[in-house]
């Protein structure tokens, strides 16, 4: 008799299937990195183990072997020389780290390129903005087909204004100027520009010996009309405004800086830009100003670019992007591929001796290109693991590891050398150096959380401010040893 099985039951079992694959993965690094089965485990009889445990509960030890009550599977015992006891961490072969693909990287010193890239939008200059007023009660005889958003050049006419009160002090001026006193000419011209009359229209009177009522309202700079209020037939008061005009010789480019990295940036500063519009095509221009203000939803500064607009390209609204250069600085690097980010901290995988492997909390700061910069945690020369670092975290993690803290650990192992001491990265500025000592103004250390402040740190050796004097812009890195906060590399900050 056959039976059929239905999709939907094939399905079920396929899913009970994959259940029981995934609750076996948790040791599965374990047993590749040659943890020997509990068949295997009768080769160590002369050995003592420390303790018994499940692998899928690690943190429960047990002192004699057996079941374990928690899953239907023996307990594997724990051997001193596995990583456990004085030397923690994870233990994987060499046959096994090549099977996974890890890749270790030394912790180095380099150069680190301060350049910060944001996107932004194209406005206009508000500083680039003429008002066009009346300057007289009149009325409206002509207008010119103006409208709002059309670009005009300098001295493009808008309307034509009847200026009735204009008409008897013109025809007073004539009458003085009939007479020969040039005194009294003058002071009836002087009349005429006091209320408000160009100097252009008083010169036309003069020439022609007509009073002109009527005047040509004109704009005094060429761009685009942003705002036009005057037609045909109505009537104006002196002062009212008729036209606002943006020039657009030049143009804002407002980008949206993320507070965290917008420190370094200064006004001065040169940038380069990018526009969606015109690909391939690279513009320089200038910080003109850091608006004070901080968007509370997005977290980001407004840096204000002034960028020249020949031709009149570039347009309000157009998309950018910003890349601002600066000076590289020497900092304690690593490649950003070896972080392992977990929400609440940072963490890399230190790649100890004997195929040991150890999780350490680090401080990140600046990232550029593929390196990021770690202020506290590691030291110039410890190696870990850049590629196949989440699979040892995860095993790490199984066993119940501890990760290595930023600025201390837990006791070396007998015979096992000691861990260089965490140096903490900033950057200040020298204000007295004497042979064993140097009085430094710094900036923040978050690692540590120390404010920025003036202070005197040990200088061991004075090779290490070898070029340097007081006054010197420097980063440096220091330790804290009993004797008190000591410099072990400085160097001067260039370009700043």
Do not use: C
Request: charged share 20%; proline share 7%; net charge positive.
């Amino acid at each position: 008799m056959s039976l059929e099985i239905s999709p939907r039951v094939r399905l079920g079992l396929a899913a009970a299937a994959l259940a029981l694959v995934a609750g076996g993965a948790g040791f599965g690094i374990a047993h590749l990195g040659g943890t020997e089965t509990a068949p295997a485990r009768t080769a160590d009889a002369g050995r003592k183990p420390l303790y018994w445990y499940d692998p899928m509960v690690p943190s429960q030890h047990f002192d004699k072997p057996g079941k374990s009550p928690f899953m239907d599977m023996q307990l594997v015992p724990k051997y001193a020389d596995e990583g456990g006891g004085d030397a923690p961490g994870v233990r994987i072969d060499p046959a096994t780290s090549q099977t996974l693909g890890l890749r270790t990287v030394a912790v180095r010193r380099g150069e680190l390129a301060s350049s910060i890239t944001a996107t932004g939008t194209i406005d206009f200059n508000q500083r680039d903005v003429a008002i066009v007023q009346a300057r007289a009660a009149g009325f409206v005889q002509r207008v010119y087909g103006r409208a709002p958003g059309d670009v005009v050049g300098a001295g493009a006419p808008l309307a034509d204004i009847l200026v009735p009160e204009w008409g008897g002090a013109q025809a007073e001026f004539l009458a003085v100027r009939r007479t020969g006193n040039a005194a009294l000419t003058q002071a009836a011209r002087q009349r005429l520009m006091l209320l408000g009359m160009p100097s252009g229209t008083i010169t036309s009177v003069e020439r022609t010996g007509r009073p002109h009522y009527v005047i040509t309202i004109s704009t005094p700079t060429g761009g685009v009309i942003k705002t036009l209020d005057v037609r045909a037939g109505m009537t104006l008061t002196a002062g009212q405004t008729l036209a606002e005009v943006n020039g657009l010789g030049t143009v804002w480019l407002n980008a949206a800086v993320p507070e965290a990295i917008a420190g370094p940036l200064r006004p001065g500063q040169t940038v380069q830009a990018t526009l969606a519009a015109f690909p391939g095509e690279t513009l320089s221009g200038r910080v003109s100003a850091i608006l004070p203000q901080t968007q509370a939803d997005s977290r980001t500064l407004t840096v204000r670019i002034e960028l020249p607009n020949r031709g009149g390209r570039l347009r309000p609204g157009m998309f950018a992007t910003v890349s601002f250069g600066g000076s590289a600085q020497f900092a304690l690097l690593v490649p950003s591929e070896a972080l392992i980010r977990t929400g609440k901290r940072t963490l890399v995988m230190l790649a100890l001796d004997k195929g040991r492997y150890r999780p350490a909390e680090v401080q990140t700061g600046r990232e550029a290109g593929d390196q990021t910069e770690i202020l506290a945690g590691l030291s110039e020369g410890e190696k870990i693991v850049a590629s196949g670092q989440f699979l040892i975290d995860s095993e790490a993690s199984l066993s119940g590891v501890q990760a290595r803290p930023i600025g201390g650990g837990t006791p070396q192992a007998v015979g096992e050398p000691a861990a260089p001491a965490a140096l903490y990265e900033t950057a200040g500025k020298i204000e007295q150096i004497t042979d064993n000592s140097v009085t430094l103004s710094h900036e923040p250390v978050p690692a540590i959380g120390w404010p920025a402040m003036t202070m005197t740190f040990q200088l061991p050796d004075p090779k290490i401010a070898r070029g340097l004097k007081a006054g010197d812009r420097v980063r440096f890195g220091f330790d804290r040893p009993p004797a008190g906060p000591t410099v072990r590399r400085m160097a001067k900050v260039v370009g700043q």
